[in-house]
């Protein structure tokens, strides 16, 4: 007799199957950490992280080049957590994982086409330091003992283009994408901020400092210039988000 737990389980996996999709990396399937080395060698292309700021939540004597990594460093400074808020944690800093090399590749593309030095210049700042946001939250992915977003690659690789598409229109519009694209993502981690366990302060510390970031980022946008972006325009930019951080909550 299965009980309606395991019923649900082998649905869900079936469902997984029938969409060629592997489940979260809670799977624990051989081929698993196969599919992980191909993910990190893919995003150490596409999406490098480099802190260059201590991750959030460490101790403040703690210097960023003595602090302690991994497993170890989660259990000096954040309470264990029950299993399903690990696995809550995991999946909605994989989400956050993902946007981050999203938002590094928007970056990216809109730089490699703006027309002005100044707008280059504030765009690549702001990589710099979504690239820091990227690096934290793989921190923390591997301290849930998770892994990010199967579908990295295909992230990065779109917001490439939708970054550098958007600057083709001028550095105005392009100015006018990063201040919509920081309002949306602001709002993104309120919702994630109000989801995560209570008892995960390591993971709300990180999302507190990235927000602060990423307002800072649209703020510097509009100073710059920007103009406001079409209403459907925005709307769509809404619609493309919410299928990404979809997909990378279970992929
Ligand atoms: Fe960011
Ligand atoms: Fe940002």
Not at 46 to 71: L, Q, W, Y
Not at 104 to 111: C, E, K, P, R, T
Not at 125 to 135: C, I
Not at 223 to 242: D, F, I, K, N, Q
Request: aromatic fraction near 4%; include cysteine.
């Amino acid at each position: 007799m299965y009980s309606s737990e395991s019923i649900n389980a082998k649905r869900r996996r079936k469902a997984c199957a029938a969409l060629l999709i592997m489940e979260p990396m809670e799977s624990r399937h051989p081929l698993d950490p196969l599919i992980a080395a191909a993910d990190r060698a893919l995003r150490a292309l596409f999406a490098p992280a480099h802190a260059s700021r201590p991750v959030p939540g460490n101790p403040p004597e703690t210097p960023a080049s003595a602090a302690p990594t991994g497993a170890e460093n989660a259990a000096a400074h954040t309470p264990a957590l029950a299993e399903n808020d690990r696995r809550e944690s995991a999946a909605l800093m994989r989400v956050n994982h993902a946007g981050e090399v999203a938002a590094q590749a928007l970056y990216h593309g809109q730089a490699l086409v703006s027309r002005s030095t100044t707008t280059r210049d504030l765009l690549l700042k702001a990589a710099r330091e979504e690239a820091d946001h990227l690096a934290w939250c793989e921190t923390r992915l591997k301290e849930l003992g998770s892994r990010p977003s199967l579908l990295n690659p295909l992230w990065y690789l779109g917001s490439f283009a939708i970054g550098a598409l958007a600057a083709a229109t001028g550095d105005r519009t392009s100015l006018g994408f990063v201040v919509e694209t920081e309002k949306q993502v602001e709002g993104h981690l309120d919702e994630h901020l109000a989801r995560l366990p209570t008892d995960d302060t390591r993971s709300r510390a990180i999302l507190n400092v990235m927000r602060t970031d990423e307002i800072g980022h649209g703020a510097a946008a509009k100073m710059a210039g920007a103009s406001e972006l079409p209403a459907p325009v925005r709307v769509l930019m809404r619609h493309a988000a919410r299928v990404m951080t979809t997909a990378a909550y279970w992929i």
